[in-house]
């Protein structure tokens, strides 16, 4: 919201600096975003006439002046000016030497065709004005200040032309609509001053002849509560005054004529859109407020067609849509130079309605703008008395007593809350007197009864927002101003039982554990596009597939819930290696998103996933592994590692990891065919050494033992055995660790130590060579039981796969 | 026998101070002192003497005997502590070259201010309340006090799946959740992940919040004020301040928008507080009394106080990362600075 200074000072008696009332207003909740100082770029401009010129000599358009400035700049100052419309004794705007003017321009004393020029004279364009700042200032050439008395030698031209303001921009809160106007900022600053309002005149007569042929009926009261219309006759528009222009100048507005500058005058004082109707081209000089039909068309101010459908508000003649109801008036009713009858409609629309049509049909106006934002009924009737007023004090028409109030829902009472100190009190939490509670109230407007307690506390009409004496409360604490709340820590609260959860530890305890293998965390968004799952060369019908569509994306590449992770930690080492990051560690431990059915019709799950990321020339397949293992270890559980093929990874380098029978993921190698894909440069794809692991934490955590118990630890001391074993290419050393393993009880642990293989070994041969663990944890083992432990190992593993000791 | 004595004495004196490693010396031991050896080797020649000089000699012997060993001792002792100090040369490393290490990872900027923030309310008794992410209209906003009409709703561009299911918008739909899962006194933090459809170069359209929510009896803006003095100075450092200016949030009531105290310059005025002295940090209030209502809890017996905080941009003052983007970029040049 812009609010000039200037206006402001028109309806309160301001004795501040604009600084300090930015602060006073940031205190009560209206943070200035931008106190602009109109004549922040305009330095060392003053006024001077012209007392003498003559042509100078070798050109034949630049006049030499003496200009007197006055005293105190120079009676008699040479400068030179090519304007066309300079005489003698013209007063003019003068820059200086090292003046400043819009647009960072500097003027400095020169020489022009060898003479000295101490500075320039000034068009209304080069002090950055229009005729409606200031008459006159869009002529060509100089302007001229010779009907202004106020426009004395030596001045400075900001003072003159209006430029001596500021304009407040202020942020306005959603719950504060009434402050969408100069005289709703007006009646803030009057309470914040304790001085008193004045309000603009709203006093008018009713003198033309009636029309009793016009009507006006609402036929969608729920998205119109309130609707005044006036009809005045003989309308003759003219130019509108200079204090008029100037308002709407301050606010970036440009004149047009009184009539319509009347509409959006009271938009900009009161914060109440106006439109007027040409009832010459109205049919049937009805107007109805109607839902439109579906199909119906209209074709607004603007030249744009829309289509309707019975969502959107419009107000009708007897035949058709006249305008969009709050947001454009239909160009069939616009006022022409012809025009010689209005109605002036002003309304308290819906602001959800006129913000979905606005939406829905991409158009909108500072009307609907501000209808969004929600008006109240109390400003719609000042609204319309205002530009009555106006109207008849700018003499643009004549004013009848045809006139209608459309009210669906009686809001013209004051809403009344009983409130008692001790409650305002109790939500602040200190003790603000009774007299404080009251004056605060009463300057902003509230009526206080406080003859008997609960107090009966009248609440202006334009503050819808305020309900109960939380409400209540707020007005008061902003006003008295927040340094009076006194921090307590949580003094009357409980003693709770606080502390994270077993889940939430678990979770928290993975993240380290990850950091301390050397992971960094990632973050990364929670939707991507399918392109991402094209990039894992996901098949059509793959469950990753199944995701959730998000229904109004910023763009496709952010349109689906992510249902595997893969795809983001891969992006996120793409943009690593790019950036020079030629290897790392990285995880994430986040949700993916799986609904139960498409469309949605529940809540999806969201799945907590581990998702990692490997690569550079120090990692291997093993090295994931090895943190797969650390993680198994860190929360007592193990894993097993079964081959397994999953699009995007290396078919011979994949493993799906499985804790007490449950498969919790996949890790292993990129496959070559994605990586020769990914967007990196072509010489860097063949040594790429990239790793994805991706597990269900839900699952991982759900094998989790519930508590750990202390083993005894035996008192019989375990056998240690070493075999070295020749065996096919083919045997895994699972499928070895198995068979020792099952082949006697006595068998603890079981490692491998070595892998060789030459040719003394044979063609398609290995030799693994393991070391063996053996414990009985009730007896001291006797050398004959692991002989036969070991007898047993090797007749199995011979039977089994064949294998021979080396 | 004396003579023989004094010349094997001159022959291990010689020997002896021969003996420069563990070899020499114990051929040194082999030679004079073992069984077999020498010294040894003149009891044998004592039954050759006469009866009379026997003693004389026997003691000669033994002392002779004695000094030697002594003398052996010694040398051993010597040559041991030479080999001990040319073994510690040999093995002696160049203590400059580079360290083996495994290098540590780190929790990436954003889970570091998270658990910061949740460590400071730990202490006070919270709880942590996970939220779920995707959830209705409902919960996001109707019982937030935000109804379908309210201009509010724009001031967070919604996500939709469906007409009613969304992306959160705040980590407040936990307010609603928490609430209806437990009774007064809560006192509950809720972290997580929300969405806007906001895209421009200072958001993001997902970013992290954490809501922190009290409900007990007797509860003020006071309490809401001092529990974040201590939420400050436990992010920012000792003596941190807060300052309350009003603010509008449909769910509580008063709304309060909360700075603390430049911790750049101390309240003087810098580029960091643009001059003020003061940073915004969070939002919060007293919990609106629909909003008990709208959970069950009776708001003329429970009051409650609640707060959001930004995560983004508290990491982004505490670590002074200017641009939020960086923070979901995952370069590790960045992630490698917050080791932990």
């Not at chain 1, 042929?213 to 006759?233: F, K, T």
């Not at chain 1, 006697?744 to 030799?767: A, I, M, Q, T, W």
Request: a negative charge; aromatic letters at 6%.
């Amino acid at each position: 919201m812009k609010v000039p200074f200037s206006w402001l000072k028109e309806y309160v008696d301001i004795d501040i600096t604009p600084r300090q009332l930015e602060e006073k207003l940031f205190s009560a909740g209206f943070e200035v975003e931008e106190l602009i100082d109109l004549s922040a770029e305009i330095s060392r401009v003053v006024v001077g006439q012209i007392t003498h010129m003559e042509k100078q000599e070798g050109t034949d358009h630049l006049y030499l002046c003496r200009v007197n400035c006055g005293p105190e700049y120079g009676e008699d100052l040479a400068i030179t000016t090519g304007a066309p419309n300079i005489f003698e004794g013209a007063i003019v705007p003068v820059a200086l030497d090292g003046a400043t003017l819009p647009g960072g321009v500097t003027i400095k004393a020169r020489k022009m065709h060898g003479v000295l020029s101490n500075g320039m004279m000034c068009s209304g364009e080069e002090l950055g004005i229009n005729n409606d700042w200031y008459p006159g200032a869009e002529t060509y050439g100089l302007l001229i200040l010779n009907d202004d008395p106020n426009a004395t030698l030596g001045k400075n031209i900001c003072e003159v032309v209006g430029l001596d303001d500021y304009i407040f921009d202020i942020s306005i809160t959603a719950n504060r609509p009434d402050c969408q106007s100069i005289l709703g900022i007006a009646r803030e600053v009057s309470a914040l001053l304790g001085k008193p309002l004045k309000m603009p005149a709203i006093d008018y007569t009713c003198p033309a002849q009636p029309d009793p042929s016009i009507q006006v009926r609402v036929e969608a009261p729920d998205l119109c509560p309130r609707y005044l219309a006036h009809y005045v006759r003989n309308i003759h528009p003219s130019e509108s005054p200079r204090w008029m222009k100037r308002h709407l100048a301050l606010s970036g507005l440009r004149s047009i004529n009184n009539v319509v500058d009347i509409t959006n005058h009271t938009l900009l004082e009161i914060g109440q859109p106006m439109h007027a109707f040409d009832l010459s081209h109205v049919a049937g000089r009805s107007i109805i407020v109607r839902r439109a039909h579906n199909g119906e068309k209209i074709v607004t101010l603007d030249e744009k067609e829309f289509t309707l459908n019975e969502n959107n508000l419009v107000i009708c003649d007897a035949e058709k849509p006249v305008a969009l109801a709050g947001i454009m008036g239909g160009l069939n009713s616009e006022i022409e130079d012809d025009t010689t009858e209005l109605l002036f409609e002003c309304a308290t629309f819906a602001r959800d309605s006129v913000r979905k049509t606005s939406r829905a049909l991409g158009q909108s106006s500072d009307s609907s703008a501000r209808y969004e934002k929600g008006v109240d009924q109390y400003s719609t009737e000042l609204g319309l008395k205002r530009a009555l007023h106006l109207i008849q004090e700018l003499d643009c028409g004549d004013i009848t007593p045809t006139c209608f109030d459309c009210a669906s829902s009686d809001n013209r009472e004051r809403k009344v809350i009983e409130v008692t100190p001790e409650q305002i009190n109790s939500v602040l939490g200190i003790q603000v007197s009774t007299q404080i509670i009251k004056d605060v109230l009463q300057r902003l407007d509230f009526g206080v009864d406080d003859a008997q307690t609960p107090w009966k506390v009248s609440v202006p009409r334009y503050r819808d927002d305020v309900e109960d004496f939380p409400d209540l409360a707020e007005e008061v604490i902003r006003e008295y101003g927040y340094e009076h709340i006194v921090p307590t820590f949580l003094k009357t609260a409980s003693v709770t039982n606080g502390g994270l959860n077993q889940t939430q530890k678990q979770q928290l305890k993975l993240k380290r554990l990850m950091a301390g293998q050397g992971f960094f965390e990632a973050s990364t968004l929670a939707f991507y596009s399918t392109a991402e799952l094209d990039m894992l060369h996901l098949p059509q019908d793959a469950p990753e597939r199944k995701a959730i569509r998000i229904l109004n994306p910023i763009s496709e590449n952010l349109s689906i819930m992510r249902t595997i992770l893969a795809p983001s930690m891969l992006n996120v080492i793409v943009d690593n290696l790019k950036k020079g990051n030629m290897e790392g560690r990285l995880f994430e431990l986040s949700n993916i998103y799986i609904p139960h059915a498409l469309p949605l019709t529940e809540y999806p799950d969201e799945r907590l996933t581990l998702s990692m990321g490997v690569f550079g020339p120090g990692e291997d397949f093993f090295t994931v592994k090895g943190a797969m293992e650390a993680i198994a270890q860190a929360f007592g559980v193990s894993f097993t590692y079964e081959r397994e093929t999953v699009p995007y990874l290396h078919p011979g380098m994949t493993a799906a990891v499985y804790c007490g029978g449950v498969r919790l993921g996949v890790f292993g190698k990129l496959a070559n065919d994605v990586t020769a894909e990914l967007k990196i440069a072509k010489d860097e794809k063949e040594s790429q050494n990239i790793y994805l692991a991706e597990l269900d934490y839900g699952k991982l955590a759900a094998q989790f033992p519930a508590d750990r118990r202390y083993q005894p630890i035996s008192a019989f001391a375990p056998v240690k055995r070493d075999l070295a074993l020749v065996c096919d290419e083919s045997i895994t050393c699972g499928e070895i660790q198995d068979t020792i393993r099952k082949a006697s009880p006595l068998v603890k642990e079981v490692s491998l130590f070595d892998v060789y293989r030459g040719k003394n070994l044979g063609e398609g041969k290995k030799s693994m060579a393991f070391s063996l663990v053996l414990h009985d944890d009730n007896k001291e083992l006797d050398p004959s039981a692991v002989e036969h432990a070991v007898k047993k190992i090797l007749s199995n593993l011979k039977f089994k796969l064949n294998i021979e000791m080396r | 026998m004396q003579k023989i004595i004094e010349e094997l004495a001159a022959k291990v004196e010689a020997d002896l101070s021969s003996v420069s490693n563990k070899e020499t010396l114990s051929a040194f031991w082999k030679e004079y002192l073992s069984k077999t050896g020498k010294i040894p080797g003149l009891m044998k020649e004592l039954k050759n003497v006469s009866p009379e000089e026997r003693p004389a000699v026997g003691k000669m012997i033994n002392e002779f005997k004695v000094k030697v060993q002594q003398d052996y001792d010694t040398a051993s002792a010597r040559i041991q502590s030479e080999e001990l100090s040319k073994r510690n040369a040999a093995e002696a490393v160049d203590i400059t070259m580079p360290a083996k290490i495994r290098p540590m990872g780190g929790l990436h900027p954003i889970t570091l201010v998270r658990n910061q923030i949740i460590d400071a309310f730990l202490g006070m008794g919270f709880q942590v309340f996970d939220a779920q992410e995707i959830d209705d209209d409902d919960h996001n906003f109707t019982r937030l006090n935000v109804p379908k009409d309210h201009p509010a709703r724009d001031m967070q561009d919604t996500f939709y799946l469906t007409d009613e299911l969304l992306l959160r918008t705040q980590t407040s739909n936990g307010q609603i959740r928490s609430m209806d899962s437990m009774k007064p006194p809560i006192k509950v933090l809720v972290p997580g992940r929300v969405f806007r459809s906001d895209s421009d170069a200072t958001h993001s359209p997902m970013f992290h919040q954490m809501e922190g929510l009290v409900v007990d009896r007797g509860i003020t803006l006071c309490d809401l004020q001092g529990m974040l003095d201590q939420l400050v100075s436990n992010l920012f450092g000792d003596g941190m301040r807060t300052r309350l200016r009003p603010s509008f949030f449909p769910f509580t009531e008063p709304s309060v928008e909360v700075d603390v105290s430049c911790f750049e310059c101390g309240g003087k005025g810098c580029s960091l507080c643009k001059g003020t002295g003061w940073i915004e940090i969070l939002g919060g209030g007293v919990v609106n009394r629909k909003v008990l209502k709208n959970c069950g809890i009776d708001p003329d017996e429970y009051s409650g106080i609640a707060f959001g905080i930004g995560i983004e941009r508290i990491a982004m003052l505490k670590y002074g990362i200017n641009n939020m983007g960086l923070l979901f970029e995952n370069d590790l040049r960045l992630l490698r600075q917050f080791q932990e």
